[in-house]
Nanobody, 121 residues
Framework: QVQLVESGGGLVQTGGSLTLTCTYS????????LGWFRQPPTKQRELVAT???????DYGDSVKGRFTVSKDTTKNVVYLQMSALKPEDTAGYYC???????????????WGQGTQVTVSS
């Protein structure tokens, strides 16, 4: 089993920055990919960023150039640095281990409880 706990969400103004942290524990040696996802109200969960065991990363189109994902394996944390925030970035942000995409959405056996990010206009 893998446990994930997100932190760092909050209220920020348009154009501001925020860094989210996902702390993972448990059977961490089994993890190949860690991902950040978000789910705005009444919308489907969408990919924000993923980072693999070799530190290669992918980003959702809407956050490219503004968000950066990184990890510190000595602390078992994954960071999501968000800048130039927009009101449309408002969502619950979730961390997941080894996510896969099928059936038109993302799935994982291990999700965190989420942290809310609200960007005011």
């Amino acid at each position: 089993q893998v446990q994930l706990v997100e932190s760092g969400g909050g209220l920020v103004q348009t154009g501001g920055s925020l860094t989210l942290t996902c702390t993972y524990s448990g059977n961490i040696n089994s993890i190949n990919v860690l991902g950040w996802f978000r789910q705005p109200p009444t919308k489907q969960r969408e990919l924000v960023a993923t980072i693999r065991y070799d530190n290669s990363a992918d980003y959702g189109d809407s956050v490219k150039g503004r968000f950066t994902v990184s990890k510190d394996t000595t602390k078992n944390v994954v960071y999501l640095q968000m800048s130039a925030l927009k009101p449309e970035d408002t969502a619950g942000y979730y961390c997941a281990a080894d996510p896969i995409f099928f059936g038109d959405t993302w799935h994982s056996d291990h999700w965190g409880q989420g942290t809310q990010v609200t960007v005011s206009s």
